[in-house]
T-cell receptor
Framework: NAGVMQNPRHLVRRRGQEARLRCSPMKGHSHVYWYRQLPEEGLKFMVYLQKENIIDESGMPKERFSAEFPKEGPSILRIQQVVRGDSAAYFCASSPVSGGRGDGYTFGSGTRLTVV | GQSLEQPSEVTAVEGAIVQINCTYQTSGFYGLSWYQQHDGGAPTFLSY????GLEETGRFSSFLSRSDSYGYLLLQELQMKDSASYFCAVRKVDKIIFGKGTRLHILP
């Protein structure tokens, strides 16, 4: 019963490089959510995906950010041409139903992205 | 738009009781959740209120009043390990929106 698996745990990128963050949901969960957390701040919703579909990307920056959840394999959050302001913790959560339910989301351990 | 308001910090003494309040403004409200996050860790689910009233889970209780757009988390018999950030979160039809969190400091 592996939980939500995120990798890498820590990622360092130089400005202008690409960052790829991966998330494998819990077994049996088909709903994946990405959140960004800046230091001393709450979690900001970015995107909600189901297999092969983006359901809600209202929290995604308009440029440089994209997300996918292919039929096979993990969900990927991709940040192109990273800038220092992208440095944050990125958390993935999964749920068996849309919007979660009474027992909430299960979060992965996060990827701490540092842009130097 | 939507907003959630909770105190940024609360301090309490070990063994005591502390209440963390949360007020919210949102459309499409389904319920209020609470999550705990230790420094450097992942958020973990604590409780959920879909209906008005009190939900109790061990030392933690959570309350919701839909008419007042208000809820709280009550932590009893505080332990040092309860030092963490606590987030209220509004459940909408397809996602959960989090507040900025309350950092709970516990004094021995």
């Amino acid at each position: 019963n592996a939980g939500v698996m995120q990798n890498p745990r820590h990622l360092v990128r130089r400005r202008g490089q690409e960052a790829r963050l991966r998330c494998s949901p819990m077994k049996g969960h088909s709903h994946v959510y990405w959140y960004r957390q800046l230091p001393e701040e709450g979690l900001k919703f970015m995107v909600y995906l189901q297999k092969e579909n983006i359901i809600d990307e209202s929290g995604m920056p308009k440029e440089r950010f994209s997300a996918e959840f292919p039929k096979e394999g993990p969900s990927i959050l991709r940040i192109q041409q990273v800038v220092r302001g992208d440095s944050a913790a990125y958390f993935c959560a999964s749920s068996p139903v849309s919007g979660g339910r009474g027992d909430g989301y299960t979060f992965g351990s996060g990827t701490r992205l540092t842009v130097v | 738009g939507q907003s959630l308001e909770q105190p940024s910090e609360v301090t309490a003494v070990e063994g005591a009781i502390v209440q963390i309040n949360c007020t919210y403004q949102t459309s499409g409200f389904y319920g209020l959740s609470w999550y705990q996050q230790h420094d450097g860790g992942a958020p973990t689910f604590l409780s959920y209120n879909g209906l008005d009233g009190l939900e109790e889970t061990g030392r933690f209780s959570s309350f919701l009043s839909r008419s007042d757009s208000y809820g709280y988390l009550l932590l009893q018999e505080l332990q040092m390990k309860d030092s963490a950030s606590y987030f209220c979160a509004v459940r909408k039809v397809d996602k959960i929106i989090f507040g900025k969190g309350t950092r709970l400091h516990i004094l021995p």
